[in-house]
């Protein structure tokens, strides 16, 4: 039986969703899925590993160092005899995973949106060229590695590791996370929430966020995202900014407020599940990739819809 290795972030005993899905595509491979966590609260959280059959606690691996941990996690790959090696397209996973490739001697294919098995080789779906092909890849390296677009897979329903062992593990690395600073406000991020409202130079200034902050609301588990004009005039943090330069996001709706749809911010959103558009131009590109547009002024159809969804909610 092959061996996936995945690295799965947690935060203070929780598994990210991320890490669940990349469990989820790892247990979809067939196998025996191997969990392997850092941090304080990772016991707990390997618990929590669903589709991983055992998993390993890295100790004493604080502060957190990507290159320390990526050796580390190389060595446990070689230990176990790892075919597969995953971790999610996170900003933790996209900086973990090329050094694991590159210490396992393997290429990475990054951000896959789909994985498959056939018999000893492996398979991976990416989009290429700003989304506009998707390649379809097999590696002949010793170990098949590849990173999870965020919600492009589901987690497991079972229940999470059963056997739990610790490794030592060395911070002895050149990178170190020194201190981690919680994200302002209250608002998921937007690689992770299944709702994305992007808003776009057409939001006109700052101020005006406050409309597609509230439609967020209306939608309960929604983050507000940007376009990168928008932040590169410093309206919104780059941590928001949706496209080829910002966040890569897949969630089951994304609208986009006053947004062009330049190929680079479609790079960043085309996988998304359902995607609405709103803008005043009825020639803009991005009518071109929604299922749904609104040709209309935003200022006066975000208020009608955040009414229209806070009523439905409040039907339940
Ligand atoms: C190397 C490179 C990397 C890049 N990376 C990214 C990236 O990661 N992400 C990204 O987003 N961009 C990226 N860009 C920039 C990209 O090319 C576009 O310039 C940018 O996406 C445009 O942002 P926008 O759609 O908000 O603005 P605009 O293109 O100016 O569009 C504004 C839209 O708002 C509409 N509008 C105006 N008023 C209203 C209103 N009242 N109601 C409704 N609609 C209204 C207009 O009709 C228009 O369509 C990159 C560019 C380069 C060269």
Known sequence: ?????????????????AALECLGAAAALGGDVVA?????????????????????????????????????LAAIAGDLGAQVFLCAATATGNDLAPRVAAHL????????TDLAAEGDSYQATRPWLAGKAIAHCTSSGPVFCATTRVNCFSPCETAGASEISERAASTDGKA???????????????????VVISGGRGMKDPESFAILEELAKAFGEA????????VDAGWRPHGDQ???TGKVVSPELYIAVGISGAIQHVAGMKTSGTIVAINKDADAPIFKLADFGIVGDAFEVIPALTAAVSALKAQG
């Open 1 to 17: 039986m092959s061996t996936i290795l995945v690295f799965v972030e947690q935060n203070s005993g929780s598994c990210r969703r």
């Open 36 to 72: 392997v966590l850092t941090g304080p609260g990772a016991t707990d959280a390997a618990a929590q590993a669903q589709g991983a059959g055992r998993a390993i606690v890295l100790s004493g691996a604080e502060p957190y160092s990507p290159d320390a941990t990526a050796s580390c």
């Open 105 to 112: 001697d393997s290429v990475l294919f990054s951000d896959c």
């Open 176 to 194: 170190r996370v020194t201190s981690l600073a919680p994200k302002e406000g209250t608002a998921l991020d937007v690689s992770e929430a299944p």
């Open 223 to 230: 983050a507000v995202g940007a376009s990168r004009a928008v």
């Open 242 to 244: 949706v496209g080829q």
